[in-house]
């Protein structure tokens, strides 16, 4: 069993695109996109760390695991590490 973790930084307040998480294309939001592309390369559980409830309702709805964060961070990286915190990781590679 594989020791890694994917973590998916996700927020709604784009400037260039706004609400691109929940843009569809083929009928299947982005984020989800991402998250079966995740999942489907098998390297270990598959999180999407956001601020939006909006981002993780569509997570939810859709089977898929989700960490809310803060609204304040700066960057993905930032919100990813608060997420790998929340999920108490020690000794796994994400």
Known sequence: ??????IIPSRLAATRLPQKPLIKINNKTLIMHV?????QSQIGEVYVATC??????EVRKNGG??????I???N??????EASQK???KDLDF
Not at 35 to 39: D, F, L, V
């Open 72 to 74: 304040n961070h700066s």
């Open 1 to 6: 069993m594989s020791n890694s973790i994917i």
């Open 65 to 70: 695991k989700f960490i809310m964060t803060d």
């Open 35 to 39: 998250y079966e592309k995740a999942t």
């Open 87 to 89: 999920l108490d990781l």
């Open 76 to 81: 993905g990286t930032d919100r990813v590490f």
């Open 52 to 57: 939006d409830e909006e981002i993780a309702s």
